[in-house]
Structure formats: structure tokens, C-alpha cells
């Protein structure tokens, strides 16, 4: 089975930083887009940004110039830098990846972690 573990969230004042890390682990052949989503209490989950095995990227519009996202193929992990924090920034932020599950695979298989909190407040 596929895992994906998140870390770096918690508490952070309007303007400050956070950098949360992904590690995906378990039976997969290789990781074709790697991302990240958030969800905010009484809102839809959204994409924040996402990167692809050869470094395209995409990001909502509300933290382009902000974020950066960034991975490591070879260690199957993806970061998400936030800088310029906002109080509308505040979600549960979600890993996802994309996988193939085995080399003859053409399409690949979503899966998600757990969530990790991130609260902009002052």
C-alpha cells in the first residue's frame, strides 16, 4: 500500500513562513504529478500547486509569487515553501501524488495523506 506523510504544519503569525514536507513510500512504480490541496472549514478543497516528474509547475493564483513547490525524485518527497502568510492561507493542507503502480501502467492512481494543519493568526 502507498503512504504519504506530511509534516511542517502548525501556527504561524500574518507575513512569517511555513515549509511542509511530503514523503510518499510504498508499492508504486513511479510518481508522475506530485501536489498539494487545502481545505478550509466550509469551503471546497482547491489546489495550491503542483509539479510534475519534470518540473512543471502550476499554482492557485492567490499564492503565485508566494509559494513555491519543489520535489526530490529520488527520495519520492515534495515541499511546499509558503512565505508572505496570510490569514486567508489558514486550511487542513493535503498531500496528493499520482502514481503509476506498475511499469505497463498508462494511467496512474491518485492517492492522499492526511491533512496537516496551517493557522495564519496574530
Known amino acids: 500500500q502507498v503512504r504519504l506523510v506530511e509534516s511542517g504544519g502548525g501556527l504561524v503569525q500574518p507575513g512569517g513562513s511555513l515549509r511542509l514536507s511530503c514523503a510518499a513510500s510504498?508499492?508504486?512504480?513511479?510518481?508522475?504529478?506530485m501536489g498539494w490541496y487545502r481545505q478550509a472549514p466550509g469551503k471546497e478543497r482547491e489546489l495550491v500547486a503542483r509539479?510534475?516528474?519534470?518540473?512543471?509547475?502550476n499554482y492557485a493564483d492567490s499564492v503565485k509569487g508566494r509559494f513555491t513547490i519543489s520535489r526530490d525524485n529520488a527520495k519520492n518527497t515534495v515541499d511546499l515553501q509558503m512565505n508572505s502568510l496570510k490569514l486567508e492561507d489558514t486550511a487542513v493542507y493535503y498531500c496528493?501524488?499520482?502514481?503509476?503502480?506498475?511499469?505497463?501502467?498508462?494511467?496512474?492512481?491518485?492517492?492522499w495523506g492526511q491533512g496537516t494543519q496551517v493557522t495564519v493568526s496574530s
Open positions: 509539479i510534475s516528474r519534470g518540473g512543471t509547475t
Open positions: 496528493t501524488i499520482d502514481a503509476y503502480e506498475h511499469t505497463w501502467s498508462f494511467v496512474t492512481v491518485t492517492y
Open positions: 510504498g508499492s508504486f512504480f513511479s510518481i508522475d504529478i
